[in-house]
Every structure is written in structure tokens, then in C-alpha cells.
């Protein structure tokens, strides 16, 4: 089930520039750089935004003033749903069409480790131990795959279609779905090594993917309202909430947990996290935006 996205004008603030850490020397302006780019082309911190419509992987440099990619990844990606990138600045992308997860070198242009999945990838998340998560809500499922292997080690039932996967500081997981019985989305907990999950008592019209944030606080979108709401530990209605341009299903933090990045049906937004402000969009080379990683990554 896709959302529907498009572009729209770009403009970076000063004030990003200023705030964003890490950040270092980006790609001049309008700067395309192809699949064998080095590394070092793009500065420490960096957004990478998938775009399904091209089938590619965009690579901005944060804190720049109207950023233009300073690199892409294309080869083997198609129709990418999610991204996530690690630690170790390995991209993961789940591809929709070929329903694969592909896993690239950091600075890579080609795969390294392809990761067949038994139905299209919606989301996927990799936890502190190297298990990579892949929701599947086609078979309402989520699989669960050991660091470097292409067969999964457990598959979760779930009680409707999967949409996110995410996992806290003691990794526990958390995966989102709408469910069959009530037809609104759920939240359920799943202890490390467990197959039966606690559900977490709220629920939002229809939700695309979650994250957690150092806090713990659950990060997750509704694609019926537009808008992203955030729930504190145990709470069952959100604190705030951050309105949208349209249908946040994917979204990711920078590692200070300064700044929201999401994409909508226009373009990549960026957020204030604290007080929920629109900074800034981004559109530049982007045709329909889909999952955004930042690397380094959040410490979710």
C-alpha cells in the first residue's frame, strides 16, 4: 500500500546550518555525483532519502543552504519503500518491487549482501545487536534476520498488516499495524528473543512507520491526519503532537535528536523535534520521496 508523494521547492535556513552538528564541507551546489562516488564527497552527517519513483537512493549533506545530493545509490534499488543506515554507515533499502532488502558498504554504489523477503519490504530497522527487522504487511508479518544472513531466524505473527518496526535501548521491539479486528493501527512490545507481544493500549487512525527516541518516546505517523504523534512511556494519548504537509509514513532523526526529518506527499520536511517548527524543505533531485535514514544515526 503506497503513499503518494511529489516535489516541491527547496530551501535550507541559515539556522540549520548553524545548529546541525558534524556537518562538514558538502558538494557545491547542483552537484550530481554517480553511484561509484567516494565516500568522502558527502561530509559526516548526511540524510539519505529514497525515492521510489526513481528508484533510487538520494544523499544530502546536512546543514547546507539549499542542499543538492552530493551522491545517489541506484544500482539494484527498486521501487525503495524504507532505509535505515547503522552505525557502521551501511545503508539498508528495502525494496518494494523486487521484494528484497539490499545492504551497501558505506560509500558504496553496489550491493554487498542481498536479503530476499517473502513479501514486498515495507520497513525495516536494525537493532544494537545487528538483527535486521523487515515488516511485511502482505503476510502480516515481521521477520527477523541475524547480521549477515539471507534467511530469516524467526518470523512474529501479527495481528493485521505490519507498517514499522523499530527498536528502544534495551531492544525491545516495536512494531506498528493496522489491525484486523478494530481497523485503526496498534503498537505492540516485543521483550528481546520473544514471539508474543504486549499491545501498548493507544491507537491512531493509520499509521506508517515509528521510531523511538532517547526518551523512549514513541515516534510515530498517522497518514490519515497528517500528523506525527509522540507518546511518552506508558502514556496512551500523545504529549504533542507535529502537523504535517500530508501523509508522514516515513521519518527519521539526526543523531542530536534536533531535527525531524519526514517525508510527506510533497517533499522531505524538516522539524524542529522539540517544538515541532517547520525548519525547512527538501526537494532538490527528489521526484517521490520515500524512507529517510540519517547517518550517523539516531540513538534510538
Not at 521484494?99 to 553496489?110: F, L
Not at 549477515?148 to 527498536?167: C, D, E, M, Q, R
Not at 489491525?179 to 491507537?203: A, M, Q, R, Y
Not at 519526514?262 to 522539524?271: K, N, P, R, Y
Request: negative net charge; glycine residues 10%; aromatic residues 8%.
Amino acid at each position: 500500500m503506497r503513499r503518494i508523494g511529489c516535489t516541491s521547492a527547496c530551501v535550507i535556513s541559515i539556522s540549520l546550518l548553524a545548529a546541525c552538528s558534524g556537518a562538514g564541507p558538502g558538494a557545491p551546489p547542483g552537484a550530481m555525483a554517480p553511484t561509484s562516488v567516494a565516500p568522502d564527497t558527502c561530509p559526516t552527517s548526511k540524510i539519505y532519502v529514497a525515492d521510489y519513483g526513481k528508484s533510487d537512493v538520494e544523499v544530502y549533506p546536512q546543514g547546507v543552504n539549499t542542499p543538492a545530493p552530493c551522491r545517489k545509490v541506484k544500482t539494484s534499488v527498486s521501487n525503495p519503500e524504507a532505509i535505515y543506515v547503522d552505525t557502521k554507515g551501511t545503508l539498508y533499502v528495502a525494496n518494494y518491487s523486487t521484494s528484497n532488502v539490499t545492504e551497501y558498504a558505506h560509500g558504496g554504489g553496489s550491493p554487498v549482501l542481498t536479503v530476499p523477503t517473502s513479501a514486498a519490504p515495507y520497513d525495516i530497522f536494525v537493532g544494537h545487536d545487528g538483527t535486521l527487522y523487515v515488516a511485511e504487511p502482505a503476510l502480516y508479518q515481521v521477520a527477523e534476520y541475524a547480521a549477515g544472513a539471507t534467511s530469516p531466524s524467526k518470523t512474529l505473527t501479527i495481528s493485521g498488516g505490519a507498517y514499522g518496526v523499530a527498536t528502544d535501548n534495551h531492544n525491545n521491539l516495536y512494531v506498528s499495524y493496522l489491525s484486523n479486528i478494530d481497523g485503526v493501527s496498534h503498537v505492540e512490545k516485543f521483550p528481546p528473543g520473544s514471539s508474543t507481544g504486549t499491545d501498548l493500549g493507544f491507537t491512531v487512525p493509520f499509521a506508517g512507520e515509528l521510531k523511538l527516541d532517547k526518551a523512549n518516546d514513541i515516534i510515530i505517523g498517522d497518514r490519515n491526519d497528517n500528523v506525527i504523534d509522540i507518546f511518552p512511556p506508558g502514556a496512551t494519548m500523545p504529549s504533542r503532537t507535529i502537523a504535517t504537509a500530508g501523509k508522514p509514513v516515513y521519518f527519521c532523526l539526526d543523531k542530536t535528536e534536533t531535527y525531524l526529518y519526514v517525508s510527506g506527499q510533497f517533499d522531505a520536511q524538516v522539524f524542529d523535534y522539540q517544538t515541532g517548527a517547520s525548519v525547512t524543505t527538501i526537494s532538490s533531485g527528489l521526484q517521490d520521496p520515500s524512507g529517510e535514514a540519517a547517518s550517523p544515526p539516531a540513538p534510538y
